[in-house]
């Protein structure tokens, strides 16, 4: 079937991008005129210029395709006006092209995050029935997009997956965080004894796909992951081991030093236009001691696990960066 993609020039979307050809499907791609397209050519995609902003772009964009998959969104921004702008106000405008130019399409899939639904309490892996609980604007935005998607209840079927930390190869985030291991230093940041859950993004991809095409995933809400959960300094020995059996120290940053520095961060960034993933409104979700999230209902409902643990999936993240000159 022919996809309409968002955010298909970003990490998590150009792998969906590729999980959906290499099932068969095409793509047509909404990215803007300054957007990195030549991956998702090479993939064979239409590009649709327009973004998420753009009402009648959007109304162009899923004209004549099979399903959507709204994965755009802010992941950095100054303040819940500029996430709710884009994650929020951004998924309304795709509810409302569809309503109004393509009814009849089979799926419209949303890329929230588990930050929409917020932290466990006490380490219990939280399943989707429990209630959202945001602790940060970026996850009162992506809630606020997952109630303009439930808006179509009735009218066109839904999805909404929630993956938690993402990822593998292309991914600049995380890379921070292999780079200091590298160096030979585990960045201990957060609460003492926190726990999160992860997924390797080409399994991420491989969920999303098989949701889209599911029919009991209809009108349901899943959380993504490889259903396990992860301390920050086994990750960064996982990362140690992948990368040659190094012996890196474990550095503790005690929360209180994180707020302050996010706090600097955010005055001097204030005379900078571009927004920054390290701000006092990430540190509200830094400062939860356990992000972590059931898959059981994924696997129940779609017959999908992931294929790589945190180990398994660091090993080619590694392979992949080297090879690349990124690490």
């Known amino acids: 079937m022919k996809v309409l993609l968002t955010g298909g020039s970003g990490f998590l979307g150009s792998h969906i991008a590729e999980e959906l050809v290499a099932a068969g499907h095409t793509i047509r791609a909404l990215a803007r005129k300054t957007s990195r397209v030549d991956d998702l050519k090479r993939l064979g995609a239409e590009i649709a210029l327009g973004d998420a902003g753009d009402v009648e772009s959007l109304k162009a964009a899923v004209r004549g395709v099979d399903a959507v998959v709204h994965n755009a969104g802010l992941t950095k921004a100054r303040s819940l006006d500029e996430f709710e702008a884009v994650n929020g106000q951004g998924t309304r405008n795709v509810v409302e092209a569809v309503r109004a130019e393509n009814p009849g399409v089979s799926r419209v899939l949303y890329v929230s995050s588990i930050a929409a639904h917020g932290p466990s309490p006490d380490g219990h892996l939280r399943d989707e029935d429990e209630p959202a609980t945001p602790v940060s604007y970026y996850g009162r935005s992506k809630l606020s997009g997952e109630e303009a998607i439930r808006a179509l209840a009735g009218v066109v079927p839904f999805s909404i997956v929630r993956p938690p930390i993402i990822y593998g190869p292309r991914d ?55 259903g396990n959960t992860y301390g920050i300094v086994e990750m960064g020995r996982a990362m140690a081991a992948a990368l040659g059996g190094l012996k890196p120290m474990r550095l503790p940053i005690p929360t209180w030093f994180v707020a302050f520095a996010a706090r600097m961060a955010a005055l001097f960034g204030a005379f900078s236009k571009a927004p920054k993933i390290f701000t006092p409104d990430k540190v509200a979700e830094m400062k939860q001691r356990f992000w972590v999230f059931s898959a059981d209902r994924l696997a129940r409902d779609v017959g999908y696990r992931a294929e790589h643990n945190f180990t398994r999936g660091a090993e080619k993240t590694i392979a992949w960066y080297r090879d690349n000159k990124w690490l």
């Open 172 to 226: 600049k985030d995380v890379l921070t965080m292999f780079k200091a291991v590298k160096r030979g230093i585990i960045l201990d940041v957060g609460p003492k004894g926190g726990k999160v859950s992860a997924v390797y993004a080409p399994d991420a991809a491989r969920a999303i796909g098989r949701v889209l095409v599911t029919p009991a995933a209809a009108n349901k809400t899943y959380f993504i992951g490889d």
